[in-house]
């Protein structure tokens, strides 16, 4: 069956740390991914996305993606993060023209000031 | 644009009755599906409709039931309810299913809180 696996369930970073959280999905077809954001209170949002074409896929709030095709990955980053990053972070993988979207189990981010 | 509206926001059941949650979005979206979020699970979704008539299973489709008569909504029903089903709930809606370019990138709902004692 498909799925996708955040690595990181609960990352706690001091302001100006650099972030990586992890994203590897199980589907051998073509994919269409995602990361969302849902900040404390508020609805879920996207924070960018992967169609085709440059890998490197660079969102809002400094955001960026890589999606490597071998490892099934698409990990998240971000060089220095702000006290106002903190929030819960899902990636999620579109399989196929399926219009199934699977999300992972979420990491939660605090970032201390 | 009042986007994706959920009701009720908050819900308290007791095993075994039945209800309805409503989700209506008025983007004239394609594609309409609902997930549950439960900690450390992530979102898991439920069942997806990529058009008027048409509903397909998601990963957890055991114990809710769909209909989408409409393009603009799509309830969820649960026959009966089980303390397992106690979960936050969110409809989310996109203009289409396919890996076409920006099609497919969702707007969630505000999310139905579900109590079931």
């Known amino acids: 069956a498909q799925s996708v696996s955040q690595h990181n369930h609960h990352v706690i970073l001091s302001e100006a740390a650099s972030l990586e959280l992890g994203c590897n999905y199980s589907?051998?077809?073509?994919?269409?991914l995602f990361w969302y954001v849902q900040y404390p209170g508020q609805h879920l949002q996207l924070l960018l996305k992967?169609?085709?074409?440059?890998?490197l896929v660079k969102g809002i709030k400094g955001f960026e993606a890589e999606f490597i095709k071998s490892k099934f990955s698409f990990n998240l980053r971000k060089p220095s993060v702000q006290w106002s990053d903190t929030a819960e972070y899902f990636c999620?993988?579109?399989?196929?023209?399926?219009?199934?979207?699977?999300f992972g189990q979420g990491t939660t981010l605090q970032v201390k000031p | 644009n009042a986007g994706v509206t959920q009701t009720p926001k908050f819900q308290v059941l007791k095993t075994g009755q039945s209800m309805t949650l409503q989700c209506a979005q008025d983007?004239?979206?394609?594609?309409m599906s609902w997930y549950r979020q439960d900690p450390g699970m992530g979102l898991r979704l439920i069942h997806y409709?990529?058009?008027?008539?048409?509903?397909d299973q998601g990963e957890v489709p055991n114990g809710y039931n769909v209909s989408r008569s409409t393009t603009e909504d799509f309830p969820l029903r649960l026959l009966s309810a089980a303390p397992s089903q106690t979960s936050v709930y969110f409809c989310?809606?996109?203009?289409?299913?396919?890996?076409?370019?920006?099609?497919?990138?969702?707007?969630f709902g505000a999310g139905s809180r579900l109590t079931v004692l």
């Open positions: 589907y051998g077809g073509t994919v269409n």
């Open positions: 999620a993988v579109l399989i196929g023209n399926t219009g199934k979207l699977i």
């Open positions: 989310a809606s996109s203009r289409g299913s396919g890996t076409r370019f920006g099609a497919n990138v969702l707007t």
């Open positions: 992967y169609f085709s074409g440059d890998p």
């Open positions: 983007m004239n979206h394609e594609y």
């Open positions: 409709s990529v058009g008027a008539g048409i509903t």
